[in-house]
């Protein structure tokens, strides 16, 4: 997977991430992945909605947030 941040404070940053994907229900998908700086990053997609809900772990910090997804062409 390629993802790059559009806002905030790391916004350009970018990176390839070897991940895990299940189906969770009607074209809803979680998906996690081990990014280089230490961060696991655990979400749910819910293509339905346009919605993504996030979790992240970081030095044993957890912290959450949303988003909508964006098709891009």
Known sequence: MHWEAITGDEKGTQE???Y????????????SWGEANGIGVSQILDFNGGKVYNHLLQDRKLENGH???RILK
Do not use: L
């Not at 895990?20 to 998906?31: H, L, T, Y």
């Open 16 to 18: 390839k991430e070897t």
């Open 67 to 69: 988003g909508t997804i």
């Open 20 to 31: 895990f994907m299940e189906s969770v229900g009607d074209n809803k998908i979680f998906i």
